[in-house]
C-alpha cells in the first residue's frame, strides 16, 4: 500500500534558524496536505497542495509539491518558539480516498 | 461555529471489552473520518464515511466498526478490545471528499 514518508523525526533548531522537512510518498499523490500538532493538541491544517511543482507560502512558511507529485517540503525561516510542534504531511494518492499521514516532524525551539 | 465534537474525551477500559467512540461533525460536513494515533506516530487512517456510506477502510481488523447517521455524526465502535488498540482516536470532518480535514480533540483510550 501507499506509504508516506517523513524526515527528519526530529529537529532542534536555535531560535532564528531556518529548518526544511521533507515528505516523500511511494506513489503519485493526487494532492498532499500539511498539518500541525501542538503537543497534548489534535492537528490542525495547514495547507493543500494540488499542482505539480506547486509553491505555496504562509508567513515564514514555505511548502512545496514536487514536480513528479510523490514529494513536499515544509521550509520555516526564522524559527519562533511558536513554531514547536510535530508538522505532519498528508499524502491522499491518484486513486484512493486514504489520506496516509507520514510519522511527522518534531520541532523543538533553543531560545 | 462548533468544531469538531468527540465523546468521551477519555476512557478506560479492560481487554476484552468493546467500546463506541461518538463524534459531530461541523454543521455542513458531508464527511467523517477516523484515524487512531499511537504516541509519536502520525495518525492511522481508520475509516471514511461520505453520505453515510462507507468510502475507505484502513488496515485494521474486523474488531473495528464505523457507521455515519443521517445528521452525519458518527460512531466507532472497536470490539474485544486488545492492549495495543489504546491510543488516541481521533475523528476529522469534510465538507466533501479529498478536501482539508478538521479534527476534534480525540478520545484517549487506555486498555488495561
Known amino acids: 500500500g501507499q506509504q508516506v514518508m517523513q524526515i527528519p523525526q526530529y529537529q532542534h533548531v536555535q531560535e532564528g534558524e531556518d529548518f526544511t522537512t521533507y515528505c516523500n510518498s511511494s506513489?503519485?499523490?493526487?494532492?498532499i496536505q500539511w498539518y500541525k500538532q501542538r503537543p497534548g493538541g489534535h492537528p490542525v491544517f495547514l495547507i493543500q497542495l494540488v499542482k505539480s511543482g506547486e509553491v505555496k507560502k504562509q508567513k515564514r512558511l514555505t511548502f512545496q509539491f514536487g514536480e513528479a507529485k510523490k514529494n513536499s517540503s515544509l521550509h520555516i525561516t526564522a524559527t519562533q518558539t511558536t513554531d514547536v510542534g510535530t508538522y505532519f504531511c498528508a499524502g491522499l494518492p491518484s486513486n484512493d480516498y486514504k489520506l496516509s499521514f507520514g510519522a511527522g516532524t518534531t520541532v523543538t525551539v533553543r531560545a | 461555529d462548533a468544531g469538531v465534537t468527540q465523546s468521551p474525551t477519555h476512557l478506560i477500559k479492560t481487554r476484552g471489552q468493546h467500546v463506541t467512540l461518538r463524534c459531530s461533525p461541523i454543521s455542513g460536513h458531508k464527511s467523517v473520518s477516523w484515524y487512531q494515533q499511537v504516541l509519536g506516530q502520525g495518525p492511522q487512517f481508520i475509516f471514511q464515511y461520505y453520505e453515510k456510506e462507507e468510502r475507505g477502510r484502513g488496515n485494521f481488523p474486523d474488531r473495528f466498526s464505523a457507521r455515519q447517521f443521517p445528521n452525519y455524526s458518527s460512531e466507532l465502535n472497536v470490539n474485544a478490545l486488545l492492549l495495543g488498540d489504546s491510543a488516541l482516536y481521533l475523528c476529522a470532518s469534510s465538507y466533501d471528499l479529498n478536501e482539508k480535514l478538521f479534527f476534534g480533540s480525540g478520545t484517549q483510550l487506555s486498555v488495561l
Open positions: 506513489t503519485t499523490l493526487s494532492n
